[in-house]
């Protein structure tokens, strides 16, 4: 891919989208947004009482924008564009499905609220969901991130049909336009091992920009094409898919989670893979079962512990390596404050 095309035509993009908000910066954002009576006062405001560039205004917005409630984005069909860093992060949702692709650098990912986020790194995709509450923040204007917007009528659904059903991106798809109840909020790719995919998201920019004879046929085709490369990716690259369901349901997965991995896992192995910052999920933790993540894991080796004191012959050195334990002093101790025995006493009991 022509790197210098491309960035020529985001320039050229971007030279556009700034003479419309300095002509008309309501107009602009009621096209983009549904808003609130707030905003849309405010921005009445600064029409009204603006002599300069609009943009002197802009930290202003930002603040808005970021402190005020979720806001909900429209679109009118599919769009192709970059994120930029001029605009601080602000939370919101939309009922189209967004595809945000890291051409270079990286950028933070927000789902849900301000302390659950992730970074997205270069050559990585996030697909998100329609009314996933989410938010970009790019910090450096080397970063280049694509932003596709996808409303459910431009997807052509037939190019899934041969597919298996326990294909992660099909389940993905169909599963929320079936409005399943466990559908997922958003999937996270790496997209190193096919690199046509660069190609494709120039091109898919290249005709959504200059809308060229039948460019949108052109652009529908090139979508398909990017499905169809992501689907060519082992799903090996495909991150934990975060998935939009009550609490119970996450801690039962959790839980699950620390009792298979209990001799090794940690709250950072658990965060990343469940796509919460580290604190957050362990207030999670703490307010849904009572309990610590420290705990929680504890208690899972324990059990084990019990088990294998129980069903086979390991030495007591044995079962304390076996459950994660190095120093089975230690796992003595843990255990006699559980059981108020030791594993030897407890092993002569049964």
């Not at 993009?13 to 009576?37: G, P, R």
């Not at 080796?301 to 334990?325: C, D, H, M, P, V």
Request: charged share 25%.
């Amino acid at each position: 891919m022509k790197v210098e095309k491309l960035l020529q035509i985001m320039n050229k993009q971007d030279e556009t989208h700034v003479y419309k908000v300095d002509s008309a910066l309501i107009e602009v954002m009621e096209n983009e947004f549904v808003m609130t009576n707030v905003l849309r006062g405010y921005l009445n405001y600064l029409q009204k009482n603006k002599t300069t560039d609009w943009r002197m205004y802009k930290n202003n917005i930002n603040e808005l924008l970021s402190q005020h409630d979720v806001l909900i984005k429209k679109t009118n069909g599919f769009e192709i564009s970059k994120h930029t860093p001029d605009f601080a992060m602000y939370l919101h949702k939309h009922t189209y499905f967004e595809i945000d692709y890291v051409y270079q650098g990286s950028c933070k990912y927000y789902i849900d609220n301000v302390n659950n986020f992730f970074q997205l790194n270069e050559k990585e995709m996030c697909i998100v969901n329609p009314n996933i509450v989410h938010g970009i923040k790019i910090e450096s204007k080397e970063d280049i991130v694509f932003k596709l917007f996808l409303p459910v009528d431009t997807i052509n659904f037939n190019i899934f049909k041969d597919l298996d059903h326990e294909r992660i991106l099909k389940k993905f798809f169909v599963n929320s336009i079936s409005k399943n109840s466990l559908y997922s909020a958003y999937i996270i790719i790496d997209t190193k091992s096919n690199e046509e995919l660069d190609s494709i998201m120039f091109h898919l920019f290249s005709e959504y920009f200059y809308k060229n004879l039948m460019w949108e046929q052109v652009y529908k085709n090139y979508l398909s094409l990017l499905l169809l490369g992501l689907m060519r990716i082992e799903e090996s690259n495909y991150q934990m898919v975060a998935e939009k369901m009550n609490d119970d349901f996450i801690m039962t997965r959790i839980i699950n989670c620390i009792q298979k991995n209990y001799q090794f896992i940690t709250l950072k192995d658990l965060a990343k893979d469940f796509h919460f910052h580290e604190n957050y999920l362990s207030r999670k933790i703490k307010n849904v079962t009572n309990k610590s993540f420290k705990e929680l894991l504890v208690q899972s080796r324990l059990q084990e512990a019990e088990r294998l004191l129980t069903n086979t012959n390991l030495s007591i050195f044995e079962i304390s390596i076996k459950i994660g334990y190095t120093k089975p002093s230690y796992f003595y101790k843990l255990f006699k404050e559980h059981y108020n025995m030791t594993p030897m006493e407890y092993r002569s009991k049964i």
